[in-house]
């Protein structure tokens, strides 16, 4: 009915962009937030960006000024896609993009959807 999918992953070489997309379609009454957060292997997931419905976008780290996060609201689509100017190869992670949707009986409860995640490598 609702689907969340993450995109735009694989190896990046370092001091390249990076460019990650998160869809959710389906049959929804609305979509809140929506989030990127990434986790390297034995550490805790982190929040990188989270942006609202207006559009409002926050900054886990505001003060890094190389991510920028965007979304596209379309009819039974929202887009959220993440950029990030000169990956490292400390950015290597699994990044993973959650949303709050409200769907199916009841427009008020929103359920949180979390995507696969989608491996980011960057190495030469």
């Known amino acids: 009915q609702v689907q969340l999918v993450e995109s735009g992953g694989g190896l990046v070489q370092p001091g390249e962009s990076l460019r990650l997309s998160c869809v959710v379609s389906?049959?929804?009454?609305?979509?809140?937030?929506v989030a990127w957060y990434r986790q390297v292997l034995g550490r805790q997931r982190e929040l990188i960006a989270e942006?609202?419905?207006?559009?409002?976008?926050?900054?886990a780290d505001p003060g890094n000024g190389r991510w920028t996060i965007t979304r596209d609201d379309a009819r039974n689509r929202v887009t959220v896609a993440l950029n990030r100017d000169k990956m490292e190869p400390e950015d290597t992670a699994n990044y993973f993009c959650?949303?709050?949707?409200?769907?199916?009986?009841?427009?008020?409860?929103?359920?949180?959807?979390w995507g696969q995640g989608t491996q980011v490598t960057v190495s030469t």
């Open positions: 959650r949303a709050d949707v409200a769907y199916g009986l009841s427009s008020n409860t929103l359920v949180t959807l």
């Open positions: 389906g049959i929804f009454h609305k979509v809140n937030s």
């Open positions: 942006i609202d419905r207006d559009r409002k976008p926050t900054y």
